[in-house]
């Protein structure tokens, strides 16, 4: 398997040597199987890693491997050195955890209650005839809008169609046979031994028949999977502890002082002085309504049992009723106290999970709450989008991810080209969300022209907040003095405009002049500096020399100390290409660490653009997303709708990113050849019954019956290409498209492979560049896959 930098859910970074073919094929194995690799998890010398010595003495391996399909069993994998077995290889020995009772207690819970629907002609007309009040207080008001909408609820409500019972008839029959063996003393040891075998299996089969059938139905209604998947879970997982579950009391202590350290306020940031508030427009019903119809359903309800599917169903006297409250609400600037609580729940990311660094606090809020904050971010959305750079991409209408990733990749793909110099810095900042300092916020609003009113309702919304984390048996209540709340619609919002305030201290945007150029910093494309490119907290750093980038990130630094932004020293990271110097980049006089590769908005870029890695990720994506539906294609009989479920979620996984891909054949057959797998895993055969059968590739696409991976890839291309090229509002992407350096020569030879060779090749005629054509839709539409 050999060292890798960056671990997988599959495996980890501990290995010896570097991974060959035979490795990569092990690696798939793990994602094709979903088993972990025990070996890399553990952290050895490397002369308690090698397992096979050579005849001569002189090469040592790991070529001995624990797999393993419970990761959180392993506790230890290990060579045993001093057993002699009288072989080449070395005994490898695996510690594993097997403890019922703390298994019990940690997977046990209860089943979920289900959601109701609601008959929206009985809700509208419970909502009409009950007797309204606009009180003055807004908590006693929310609290009585409340209690009239669980009763107007309740005789609207329709029971949902649950899931099959758990044991059917032959269950139910053996284990009441059972009953009655259990007491006839007459009866022997081998039959009750019989008796209760019979019942394990067929409770067994029951279940497993269950599950069967419910995904069955879920699948040929087309809906989601692994909402359906959830439901039918029995079990819970606990948050891990160090201490496996003995020492609860002093573990949740540990966790509450984290988390009341994390929401307290360190850096004290005065408000800045405001107009006096005018009164808005109120809010209308048919905000409400739109509003309403972005609400996502099936999401927690909140403390106050409200749902979505209950407001979806209301109609226009929900609307009408809600912009009534929402106004007064507005005009007043303040917001009911039961909004300002929430509950926490604990969502795990990459890396050691018994850390709570590795964990996302997300806030199960009021839905009613946020759908008050959707209809106030409706309103402001356009002016806060103002407010930001071109740079900045997260959470903004008509952007993506794959704008950064094609600008990246364009700047990369140019200074390999011409040879210029290249440095880039990744910046991680250490929970970013929930540490922004409240009154930055607040004041970058101002600064962004938000009328004064808003600001003072987003004030109101952040005072004397609290939040309650459940990590065992326990409620621990938190307050919170800073940061903005994940899962609020209107936090992203609010944290891109705090940072751009104070990125714009800086000054790396600014008009210049060109002839002094010793105040510029980042690269100049075609006249206009690029220094950075962001999406909300992920942030990049572009430099031609590594001293500069210090003073970049050392800037960028200490203006986000002051709204309460701390970066993350070991996960920042940088690299460089082979034409830039060959300094270190620091942060506050520390050494950074300097990678060859780095994951940006899920795409794995270096500085060759190399896509070989890029692609064994694509691959285990491909593996990992057939698993999650294996278990139901492998017993649907309709090839179409197993088709279809094939489609939606195993291409979006295997081609993600392609668009931006130079057009390679060694990219091509390496995607081809793992589709290709995935379809023999889908129609159950292998390449050796393919080949015995004698049957070609497209003899079993005639029997999935699903699309060609290359065309779907040639056809996002060709869409993304023509997208770039219409842009008229000067975004980086299109920018560095066309980007030509020209006081720089270009080098003798062949460039490597560019991403506008594609397009080139396919479409450029004598007299016709592909640019030209793509300025026009309807010319682009016919000469290109679509």
Known sequence: MGKYATPSIRHGKHGLGTRNDNGERLADLLDSRRLYHGNSLFEKPDQRRWTWRSPNGDTTNEIDHILANRKWSLLDVAVLPSFDVGSDHRLVRAKVRLNQKFLKKDYHQPSRPRRPTYDITTLEEKISEHDWQLLDDPTADYESLCNGLIRCAEPAARPTSSLPPRLDQRAKDLLRRRGEVKRDPQVTHLERLTIDKACRMAVQESLANRRRSALLQTAEKRQSLKKKKFELVDERTALEDSTEGRERPAEDVKKRDFYTKLFRSDVPVPRTPT?????????????????????????????????????????????????????????????????????????????????????????????????????????????????????????????????????????????????????????????????????????????????????????????????????????????????????????????????EDAMRQLGWDEEHDWEDSTDIRGINIDGKVLTNLRFADDIVLFSSSTTELSSMLNDLDEVGKKIGLKMNVKKTQW?????????????????????????????????????????????????????????????????????????????????????????????????????????????????????????RSTDLRQLSQIRDLEEHIQRGKHRWGGHVNRRQDDRWFTRLTHWIPRNIKRPLGRPPTRWTDYFRKNISQPGRHWMTVAQDRAAWRTCGPR
Request: proline letters at 5%.
């Open 275 to 499: 107009p006096p508030p005018e009164d808005e427009p109120p809010i209308l019903p048919e905000e409400v309504k739109y509003a309403i119809r972005k609400l996502k359903v099936g999401t927690a309800a909140g403390p106050d049992n409200i749902s979505s599917e209950l407001l979806k169903a209301g109609g226009d006297s929900l609307y009408r009723l809600l912009a009534r409250h929402f106004s007064k609400y507005l005009s007043e600037a303040s917001i009911p106290e039961q909004w300002k609580t929430s509950k926490t729940i604990l969502i795990p990311k990459k890396g050691d999970l018994t850390d709570l660094n590795n964990f996302r606090p997300i806030s199960l809020l009021s839905v009613v709450y946020k759908l008050f904050t959707k209809v106030i971010v409706n309103r402001l959305e356009k002016q806060l989008d103002n407010f930001q750079p071109s740079s900045q991409s997260g959470f903004r209408r008509n952007y993506s991810c794959l704008d950064h990733i094609h600008a990246l990749t364009q700047v990369v793909e140019r200074h390999r080209e011409h040879q210029m110099p290249l440095a880039l810095a990744f910046v991680d900042y250490y929970k970013a969300f929930d540490s922004v300092e409240i009154n930055a916020v607040l004041n970058a609003l101002a600064s962004a022209g938000v009328a004064t009113k808003y600001v003072e309702l987003i004030a109101n919304s952040n005072e004397r907040t609290s939040t309650t984390i459940q990590l065992f048996d326990k409620k621990l209540s938190i307050a919170i003095r800073k940061g903005v709340r994940q899962g609020d619609t209107i936090s992203p919002k609010l944290f891109s405009t705090a940072l």
């Open 575 to 695: 690299m460089k290409n082979r034409f830039c110097d060959q300094g270190k980049v620091t942060l506050e006089g520390r050494d950074l660490q300097e990678v060859t590769s780095y994951i940006y908005l899920g795409r794995e870029v270096n500085m060759v653009n190399d896509l070989q890695a890029e692609i064994g990720r694509r691959k285990r994506a491909g593996w990992a997303a057939f698993n999650s539906i294996k278990e139901v294609t492998s017993q649907l009989e309709d090839p179409k709708l197993r088709a279809h479920i094939f489609e939606a979620s195993i291409i979006p996984a295997i081609s993600y990113g392609t668009e931006v891909w130079p057009d390679t054949k060694k990219n091509a057959t390496a995607l081809r050849t793992s589709y290709r797998a995935l379809e023999r895993a889908l129609i159950g055969t292998t390449r050796f019954e393919q080949w015995k059968k004698e049957q």
